[in-house]
């Protein structure tokens, strides 16, 4: 008897089964296949069109909005199932276009190196080279220049470089052997060793050309920290010298910094023994000035660049 039960209980279960797959298949079989179009270059206005045309449908949370390079904003750049299958699913998916990416360099000139770097990361900007350069009437760990240059766009995350300005804690490099060059050479020697030229003194010397470099402190070979200042005496012609009216022209490269840097240079001589201020003007970074001077008997120049307390530079004639 229990035998019956349990065969009975099998042959209706598979009658069960079988009427399912029956129904499922048939369910199946009878769904309205459906070609779907090609969206791709259509505005989502016009892809949504050409989808209830067909009986198909892309709702919100099937479409998704990104940047891309190949269409303009509001235009479909991607679908799923593509174009021309066929399907039985009546939801698609869209991608829709923003438009290219804009990545738009800040301005982080005068900017703490840490705020620089956080603002770069907000913008989805990465951070470049980070060079330190030593700069004493620049607040340490301040940014004085970068590359790109500020307001510069791109279409994808690039690296911006930043110079920074520091005081201490600097590495050791080599003094270069300045000897027999002229100033402005010596000068490019410096600029290119990080170290500073602070001083000018022009010595009556017709042993060799003038503005050539007779001593050098430090000395060439010496270890000396990165952005020492370096003092160098130039010879100048004998009778140049013994002018008591003479006009001399003084060279000063901008160094690397904010975009606009004010040069002053201020004059004590015979005629204006408490200083005058002969010239002053705003120029771009890594700018040279080459500026006529009128002195009378010796004469002490002061050059400096924007607030900074001490003088740039030194030259006495």
Avoid: C
């Avoid at 949370?61 to 509001?74: F, L, M, V, Y």
């Avoid at 970074?285 to 924007?306: E, K, P, T």
């Amino acid at each position: 008897m229990v035998s019956l039960f349990l065969a009975v209980v099998v042959l209706i279960g598979l009658v069960a089964y079988s009427l399912v797959r029956m129904v499922s298949s048939d369910w199946l079989s009878s769904g309205e296949v459906i070609e779907v179009p090609d969206m791709v270059g259509k505005t989502e206005t016009e892809a949504q069109s050409l989808l209830h045309d067909v009986g198909l449908v892309a709702q919100a949370k099937s479409i998704q909005r990104q940047h891309n390079d190949t269409q303009p904003a509001g235009v479909v750049f991607k679908q799923d199932p593509p174009a021309r299958s066929k399907t039985k699913r009546k939801r698609i998916k869209l991608w829709i276009s923003l438009g290219k990416a804009s990545f738009i360099v800040p301005d982080l000139t005068g900017r703490a190196l840490n705020d620089a770097t956080q603002e770069l990361m907000a913008t989805d900007l990465l951070i470049g080279k980070i060079t330190k350069i030593y700069r004493p009437d620049v607040t340490a760990g301040q940014v004085i220049s970068q590359n790109p240059a500020p307001a510069t766009e791109f279409s994808s995350s690039i690296p911006v470089d930043l110079v920074v300005a520091d005081h201490e804690n600097l590495p050791a490099v080599e003094m270069p052997n300045l000897g027999g060059q002229v100033l402005a050479q010596a000068e490019a020697m410096l600029v290119n060793a990080n170290l500073h030229l602070a001083k000018v003194e022009y010595i009556a010397d017709d042993t060799v050309p003038g503005t050539t470099v007779i001593h050098q402190n430090p000395g060439a070979g010496e270890e000396v920290q990165l952005g020492a200042s370096v003092e160098l005496q130039v010879a100048l012609a004998t009778t140049l010298m013994e002018r008591n009216e003479r006009s001399v022209t003084v060279r000063i490269p901008v160094p690397p910094g904010p975009d606009d840097q004010r040069v002053k240079i201020k004059v004590f001589d015979d005629h204006s023994p408490g200083g005058s201020v002969v010239y002053e003007e705003v120029h771009k970074a890594d700018f040279v000035v080459n500026q006529q001077l009128d002195l009378s008997g010796r004469a002490v120049v002061y050059i400096f660049i924007n607030d900074m307390e001490h003088p740039f530079r030194e030259e006495r004639l």
